[in-house]
């Protein structure tokens, strides 16, 4: 929360058996405050090892899932953080799970692996600049600077300059949308790129400016301005809808489910199945035929 409290809720999908609409059940479990009044600005869940990895403020707290939110040591001073990522190209099965924490005043990104103990450093990877967000897919790390978008192989270092951006008028985003290919923000475009920084498809045409979130769930992505949520899609890079939702807070996409938040609710954004579009496309040419 923005005062620095971490709540643990657990969700229950279901469907109505009279609408046939999906619902949610939710059930609070736990609550922690982290000694702060500085506001959460980013969660990285290791569900298999029941941790979570929290920051605030330049601080990164290890919090255990099913203990209360037990904080716990890591082992690692893990102060002024900018910016964390995992590895999203491991099986989510695998035990093995893989941090990138980029600390602001080294300039750099260091790599741990988590075990049920601690975290051990598995290397180190140096940036030009300030990390300010970064995603991770394999050996490959697409990062934004302060003023433009690069790419880092950690097994070879090699670095590579994607595009710059307007840091004063864009907040910059940085999405995997499938394996070697990441979408970042520059201005009023969305841009696909591969691991070598090359075009991978045609761009996606922001319909605002003040983008500040974005989540992807096959074949859609869609972005959050301070007005709504619009809905495009990677095949044809088309808008595709618009939905009214003002003072939004958070976006994201978690497995299957895109969540959305505004200050006081969380809110599932769920595809309409294809037989139900096609059902309302049958019925609105039928009606315009009479």
């Given at each position: 929360?923005?005062?620095?409290?971490?709540?643990?809720?657990?969700?229950?999908?279901?469907?109505?058996?009279?609408?046939?609409?999906?619902?949610?059940?939710?059930?609070?479990?736990?609550?922690?405050?982290?000694?702060?009044?500085?506001?959460?600005?980013?969660?990285?869940?290791?569900?298999?090892?029941?941790?979570?990895?929290?920051?605030?403020?330049?601080?990164?707290?290890?919090?255990?899932?099913?203990?209360?939110?037990?904080?716990?040591?890591?082992?690692?001073?893990?102060?002024?953080?900018?910016?964390?990522?995992?590895?999203?190209?491991?099986?989510?099965?695998?035990?093995?799970?893989?941090?990138?924490?980029?600390?602001?005043?080294?300039?750099?990104?260091?790599?741990?692996?988590?075990?049920?103990?601690?975290?051990?450093?598995?290397?180190?990877?140096?940036?030009?600049?300030?990390?300010?967000?970064?995603?991770?897919?394999?050996?490959?790390?697409?990062?934004?600077?302060?003023?433009?978008?690069?790419?880092?192989?950690?097994?070879?270092?090699?670095?590579?300059?994607?595009?710059?951006?307007?840091?004063?008028?864009?907040?910059?985003?940085?999405?995997?949308?499938?394996?070697?290919?990441?979408?970042?923000?520059?201005?009023?475009?969305?841009?696909?790129?591969?691991e070598s920084g090359q075009a991978t498809?045609?761009?996606?045409?922001?319909?605002?400016?003040?983008?500040?979130?974005?989540?992807?769930?096959?074949?859609?992505?869609?972005?959050?301005?301070?007005?709504?949520?619009?809905?495009?899609?990677?095949?044809?890079?088309?808008?595709?809808?618009?939905?009214?939702?003002?003072?939004?807070?958070?976006?994201?996409?978690?497995?299957?489910?895109?969540?959305?938040?505004?200050?006081?609710?969380?809110?599932?954004?769920?595809?309409?199945?294809?037989?139900?579009?096609?059902?309302?496309?049958?019925?609105?040419?039928?009606?315009?035929?009479?």
């Amino acid at each position: 929360t923005s005062d620095c409290l971490v709540v643990h809720y657990q969700l229950k999908e279901g469907t109505s058996p009279l609408s046939g609409r999906i619902t949610f059940q939710c059930q609070q479990l736990n609550r922690r405050g982290l000694g702060s009044k500085k506001p959460v600005s980013q969660l990285l869940l290791a569900s298999l090892l029941s941790r979570l990895f929290v920051l605030s403020d330049g601080i990164v707290f290890l919090l255990k899932t099913h203990q209360s939110l037990q904080i716990v040591d890591p082992g690692v001073k893990l102060k002024g953080i900018s910016a964390m990522c995992h590895n999203e190209s491991l099986n989510p099965s695998q035990t093995k799970f893989e941090i990138c924490m980029a600390y602001s005043r080294k300039k750099l990104v260091t790599i741990y692996t988590l075990t049920e103990e601690r975290l051990v450093v598995l290397r180190d990877v140096s940036f030009p600049d300030i990390v300010i967000t970064m995603i991770r897919d394999g050996p490959d790390i697409c990062a934004a600077l302060p003023s433009d978008y690069c790419l880092v192989d950690i097994t070879t270092n090699r670095k590579i300059d994607i595009c710059s951006y307007e840091s004063e008028t864009t907040r910059p985003i940085v999405k995997r949308i499938n394996m070697g290919e990441f979408l970042i923000r520059q201005g009023e475009l969305g841009l696909f790129v591969d691991e070598s920084g090359q075009a991978t498809n045609q761009p996606l045409n922001w319909s605002a400016l003040d983008i500040r979130f974005a989540a992807y769930s096959f074949p859609y992505v869609l972005a959050m301005s301070t007005r709504d949520v619009t809905v495009y899609s990677v095949l044809d890079q088309e808008r595709k809808q618009s939905i009214l939702f003002q003072g939004g807070k958070v976006l994201g996409d978690f497995g299957e489910r895109v969540l959305v938040a505004s200050d006081r609710r969380v809110y599932a954004l769920c595809p309409v199945p294809f037989d139900k579009q096609a059902r309302g496309v049958f019925a609105k040419f039928f009606v315009s035929r009479r």
